[in-house]
């Protein structure tokens, strides 16, 4: 039978009568990464000797997804998307803004169901919901600026061990802050608390991604990104480690993924197959999944881990998620309606609004940039490059460096032939049809989502319009989550908490 969703746990618990099943609830783990692009993961290829091996073994051990992405290619609204299983125009995330109401989080499902909560790393970027309180969180400072793969152990072993003892499932989500920049470089100063990687890369060992440019500067900054990557599989191999060494493997279901692409141009932050392509793992050595899978057959999505993980638990999942459990697919089954993928940008950090809708399946991938002429798309991280391509005297680099600044209104690439999406197939005559079939699939996504864009996608031949809707959708914003705000923030989950603790105590 299913167990209750309501939000109110005290009063959901009491009116069911709420007993456990016979057999012992499902533990979950997420675990995720900062900035991992796919192109970084050995299953897609990666020339780098033994890069992430601790990733490697546990795919072998379990499912392994080469089809998975995530919504969103920024951080805070990408890691919402996986708490409420809603995509960002549904639940009003479409950047570092609240959400448009209170919605359930799997978090928060979990607690009323009886579960024990917690969080390492990444903490207000991982509660959506600002009254929500873990039972047990430690952010970047306490765990050597989320890159110390020791303490990320011992606060594992920990909470796991404190749940066992309190008799209670649990939810643990562990984010490292690995790959994210400052990236590891061994000749500079080093973040506080931050350890060694267990092994460094050197600039001429690196394969460059086909989206980027193949220049000195390029490769030394890939270098020290791998240098975090093998840091991040070094966090990954303690964490389970410690769930190994609680007893607590057999019965947890474990998943692993990005909440974006790699912090470099064309990657993060944007709807390219680098920005959304992530790698994702699952164990549940109790759960009857079929281990040593790897899935090539449906496309999945970050909206479904939500009600993954709630049907893993044998819970209802809330009504107003957007999301579909994969849990059949784990389990070796074939499932319907994985075709595509969505994804979408609205606003950054701040400034203008650099709005992107995409769809892609295995083969292509469709994107709408309504922003052009609007805005350019800018980010501090992808400054020296793009600089680099500008002044190379390369006809097309330098064009490539204007198409990331000033975008087109529409993009369409063979992603099974150009992963790099190097060659926009948008006008050639032989895709037009196919291009009418993805367009269609998008603006119906965009109608059940109720996405703003959509007016301005069915306008699109009327550029003079498109701008005229930009302007109304769109004003600039200096900041959407100045550090006054992300202080609140951390208040009030003070506050929720200790009013928790109060509440348990009385």
Same mark, same amino acid.
């Given at each position: 039978?299913?167990?209750?969703?309501?939000?109110?746990?005290?009063?959901?618990?009491?009116?069911?009568?709420?007993?456990?099943?016979?057999?012992?609830?499902?533990?979950?783990?997420?675990?995720?990464?900062?900035?991992?692009?796919?192109?970084?993961?050995?299953?897609?290829?990666?020339?780098?000797?033994?890069?992430?091996?601790?990733?490697?073994?546990?795919?072998?051990?379990?499912?392994?997804?080469?089809?998975?992405?995530?919504?969103?290619?920024?951080?805070?609204?990408?890691?919402?998307?996986?708490?409420?299983?809603?995509?960002?125009?549904?639940?009003?995330?479409?950047?570092?803004?609240?959400?448009?109401?209170?919605?359930?989080?799997?978090?928060?499902?979990?607690?009323?169901?009886?579960?024990?909560?917690?969080?390492?790393?990444?903490?207000?970027?991982?509660?959506?919901?600002?009254?929500?309180?873990?039972?047990?969180?430690?952010?970047?400072?306490?765990?050597?600026?989320?890159?110390?793969?020791?303490?990320?152990?011992?606060?594992?072993?920990?909470?796991?061990?404190?749940?066992?003892?309190?008799?209670?499932?649990?939810?643990?989500?562990?984010?490292?802050?690995?790959?994210?920049?400052?990236?590891?470089?061994?000749?500079?100063?080093?973040?506080?608390?931050?350890?060694?990687?267990?092994?460094?890369?050197?600039?001429?060992?690196?394969?460059?991604?086909?989206?980027?440019?193949?220049?000195?500067?390029?490769?030394?900054?890939?270098?020290?990104?791998?240098?975090?990557?093998?840091?991040?599989?070094?966090?990954?191999?303690?964490?389970?480690?410690?769930?190994?060494?609680?007893?607590?493997?057999?019965?947890?279901?474990?998943?692993?993924?990005?909440?974006?692409?790699?912090?470099?141009?064309?990657?993060?932050?944007?709807?390219?197959?680098?920005?959304?392509?992530?790698?994702?793992?699952?164990?549940?050595?109790?759960?009857?999944?079929?281990?040593?899978?790897?899935?090539?057959?449906?496309?999945?999505?970050?909206?479904?881990?939500?009600?993954?993980?709630?049907?893993?638990?044998?819970?209802?999942?809330?009504?107003?998620?957007?999301?579909?459990?994969?849990?059949?697919?784990?389990?070796?089954?074939?499932?319907?309606?994985?075709?595509?993928?969505?994804?979408?940008?609205?606003?950054?950090?701040?400034?203008?609004?650099?709005?992107?809708?995409?769809?892609?399946?295995?083969?292509?991938?469709?994107?709408?940039?309504?922003?052009?002429?609007?805005?350019?798309?800018?980010?501090?991280?992808?400054?020296?490059?793009?600089?680099?391509?500008?002044?190379?005297? !390369?006809?097309?680099?330098?064009? $490539? /460096? @204007? #198409?990331?600044?000033?975008?087109?209104?529409? &993009?369409?690439?063979? %992603? =099974?032939?150009?992963?790099?999406?190097?060659?926009?197939?948008?006008?050639?005559?032989?895709?037009? !049809?196919?291009?009418?079939?993805? $367009? /269609? @699939? #998008?603006?119906?996504?965009?109608?059940?989502? &109720?996405?703003?864009? %959509? =007016?301005?996608?069915?306008?699109?031949?009327?550029?003079?319009?498109?701008?005229?809707?930009?302007?109304?959708?769109?004003?600039?914003?200096?900041?959407?989550?100045?550090?006054?705000?992300?202080?609140?923030?951390?208040?009030?989950?003070?506050?929720?908490?200790?009013?928790?603790?109060?509440?348990?105590?009385?």
């Amino acid at each position: 039978m299913k167990k209750c969703t309501s939000l109110l746990a005290a009063g959901c618990l009491a009116a069911t009568g709420f007993v456990w099943a016979e057999s012992a609830p499902v533990n979950v783990m997420l675990i995720t990464a900062d900035d991992l692009g796919y192109e970084a993961y050995s299953l897609f290829d990666n020339e780098l000797p033994n890069l992430t091996p601790n990733m490697d073994r546990f795919a072998k051990q379990g499912v392994q997804f080469a089809n998975a992405h995530v919504n969103h290619s920024i951080c805070m609204p990408s890691r919402s998307v996986m708490a409420t299983g809603m995509y960002s125009t549904s639940s009003g995330m479409m950047g570092f803004i609240n959400m448009k109401e209170q919605n359930p989080t799997v978090m928060s499902v979990l607690a009323d169901n009886g579960y024990r909560t917690g969080v390492l790393g990444k903490v207000v970027h991982s509660t959506p919901d600002l009254d929500f309180s873990w039972d047990y969180s430690y952010d970047a400072e306490d765990l050597g600026s989320g890159r110390s793969p020791e303490l990320y152990y011992q606060r594992t072993k920990a909470f796991i061990k404190e749940s066992k003892k309190a008799g209670q499932p649990f939810y643990l989500m562990v984010n490292s802050h690995d790959p994210h920049r400052v990236f590891h470089d061994p000749e500079k100063n080093r973040l506080d608390g931050e350890e060694n990687p267990s092994q460094l890369y050197h600039p001429d060992e690196v394969t460059v991604p086909s989206y980027l440019p193949d220049y000195p500067e390029v490769r030394l900054d890939l270098s020290h990104y791998y240098n975090s990557v093998r840091r991040l599989d070094d966090t990954f191999g303690r964490v389970i480690e410690a769930l190994e060494e609680t007893g607590q493997a057999e019965n947890t279901l474990v998943m692993f993924v990005s909440d974006n692409g790699s912090p470099f141009p064309f990657a993060k932050a944007n709807t390219y197959l680098a920005s959304t392509r992530t790698p994702m793992l699952v164990q549940w050595p109790g759960g009857q999944l079929k281990n040593g899978l790897t899935d090539t057959e449906h496309m999945v999505s970050t909206v479904d881990l939500m009600p993954t993980i709630l049907d893993a638990a044998d819970i209802d999942v809330p009504e107003n998620v957007d999301g579909v459990s994969f849990l059949p697919v784990l389990r070796g089954e074939k499932q319907q309606d994985r075709d595509y993928t969505f994804a979408q940008i609205d606003y950054k950090i701040g400034g203008p609004a650099t709005p992107m809708r995409a769809v892609q399946s295995k083969q292509y991938g469709y994107i709408f940039n309504p922003f052009t002429g609007f805005s350019e798309f800018r980010v501090g991280y992808d400054r020296e490059t793009i600089a680099l391509m500008q002044e190379s005297g !390369d006809k097309k680099q330098i064009e $490539r /460096a @204007e #198409l990331f600044r000033k975008r087109v209104l529409e &993009e369409f690439y063979d %992603l =099974e032939n150009d992963p790099g999406n190097l060659n926009n197939l948008i006008d050639h005559p032989d895709y037009q !049809d196919i291009i009418k079939e993805y $367009r /269609a @699939e #998008l603006e119906s996504w965009m109608q059940g989502t &109720e996405d703003p864009v %959509l =007016e301005i996608f069915q306008a699109r031949e009327n550029p003079r319009q498109v701008l005229k809707m930009m302007k109304t959708h769109y004003p600039k914003r200096e900041s959407l989550m100045p550090e006054a705000q992300l202080e609140a923030i951390r208040i009030r989950q003070q506050e929720v908490r200790a009013q928790r603790l109060r509440q348990n105590q009385s």
